[in-house]
Each structure stands twice: as C-alpha cells, then as structure tokens.
C-alpha cells in the first residue's frame, strides 16, 4: 500500500472521533500523543471494517461493470479499502448521533476530565437556577449562567453569565458582600425597547482561567452562612 493512503485511515479516525457526540467532547480535551494515538486506533477500526465491505464487493459477481468503472477511476491497490474507510466516517458519526444527545455527552465529557466548573455552570443552566462566580480578583458575580463552555472544543474555552448583582469577599470573614443591582437596571432596558437589547445581549464573558470558584446561590441561604461568619467574630473579639 502506498504510504501516503496511509494517512487517509488516520485522518478518518480523526474525524470520527471529532464528529460523533461520545468521543466530540472528550477528544477535544486531548492533546500530542494522546489525540494521535485515539485517532490511529479509530483509524485501524474503520480500516478492518473497510476491508471486510471491500471483500464483500470483490465477491459480489453482479458488480462486475461497477468494479472496471471504480478500476478506471481509481487504478492504484487498496483503493476500494481507502474508500470504504472514508465512507464510514463520513457516515457513521451521523448514525450513532442520533442515539446520543450532544448536550449529555459534552457534560460527561466535563466530568471525566475534572470540569466541575463547566458541570456547575451547566446544572445551573439546565436548572434555570442563580450562580455565584467569584474571580481571582475579588470580584464576585451573582446571576444565571448564560454560557457553560461544556460544548466547546476547547479546554481554554470562555463562560458568560447574565449579572443580577456584583459585589466582593471579605478578605477575612470571606463573606459575600454584593454592592451592584443590576437587576432593576436589566429590567428597565428590557422594558423599555428603546436599545432593541434581549437578555443574552446583557451577558459579561469570563476566562475560565480567572475564575476562582462557582457554587449555586440561593439569596436566603446565602443570608444563612453570612450571619455565622460575624458571629464567630464576634466569640473572638470578647
């Protein structure tokens, strides 16, 4: 076989791992070595599944006129072998999609490469629930998340949130203190229509590498843990 048909194989298996919703996300993760060597493997499964349909169009005596058109067309070894292969990775990730959802994929994808941030973004989208995003500047973010990065191809990808409120950490007590509304302001610009805005045009982009810590937020529980901050404070002080 041509050495340069070789490379067609683990291009397809390239490609099937980037196409098909259980192997999308978590290849997107991988890097060097580790994306060449899934893609060999998956390369050499769809070319022993290519030279099984290969052997069976050989085979095949009512082909006979197709087999001189593809000999014309195609007239070096293997060819019908590098076709089969592309073939199959062209189609399957369509077919195996179907039974999978995208969006279940990609939060597995999160969790088994350690994620959690990406996975607690995600519930709370899923959920409709507030977040609180605190950076590695202080800076603290109340509000729903509007972009997770669980779907992108990227380890380095960005999140975004819709801001209700923002405000900072006690640098000692680390108590939450949220000194911006922006809920009112959201709500007369939506309102009002005169800046043709929706919701997700109010969303703030953050690096996920800025970020410190997400939790969901709940603002009575939130009351709850801020009160026993001040009161051991306060044992200490006496």
Not at 129 to 153: C, D, H, P, W
Request: glycine share 6%; with cysteine; hydrophobic share 45%.
């Amino acid at each position: 076989m041509n050495l340069s048909l070789l490379l067609i194989p683990a291009l397809s298996g390239y490609w099937f791992l980037t196409k098909a919703y259980p192997s999308r996300y978590q290849v997107a993760r991988l890097t060097g070595y580790h994306l060449f060597f899934y893609s060999a493997i998956t390369g050499v499964i769809l070319l022993t599944f290519a030279r099984f349909i290969t052997y069976g169009w050989e085979s095949c005596t009512e082909c006979e006129p197709y087999k001189k058109l593809w000999a014309d067309f195609a007239p070096f070894d293997y060819s019908g072998t590098v076709f089969f292969v592309a073939v199959l990775a062209l189609v399957l990730p369509r077919a195996i999609n179907c039974f999978f959802s995208k969006q279940v994929e990609a939060d597995k994808a999160a969790m088994r490469s350690g994620g959690l941030i990406e996975s607690l973004l995600q519930q709370g989208m899923n959920e409709d629930r507030l977040i609180q995003m605190s950076l590695k500047s202080g800076r603290s973010y109340v509000g729903f998340a509007a972009e997770s990065g669980v779907t992108a191809e990227n380890r380095e990808s960005d999140v975004a949130i819709i801001p209700l409120a923002s405000g900072y950490r006690h640098p000692k007590t680390q108590e939450l203190k949220l000194t911006l509304d922006y809920a009112s302001a959201i709500e007369k610009v939506l309102l009002n229509g005169a800046f043709n805005l929706e919701q997700y045009d109010l969303r703030i982009v953050f690096p996920k590498s800025e970020i410190a810590s997400v939790r969901l937020f709940d603002m009575d529980v939130n009351r709850e843990l801020s009160s026993h901050p001040a009161r051991e404070e306060a044992k200490v002080s006496e």
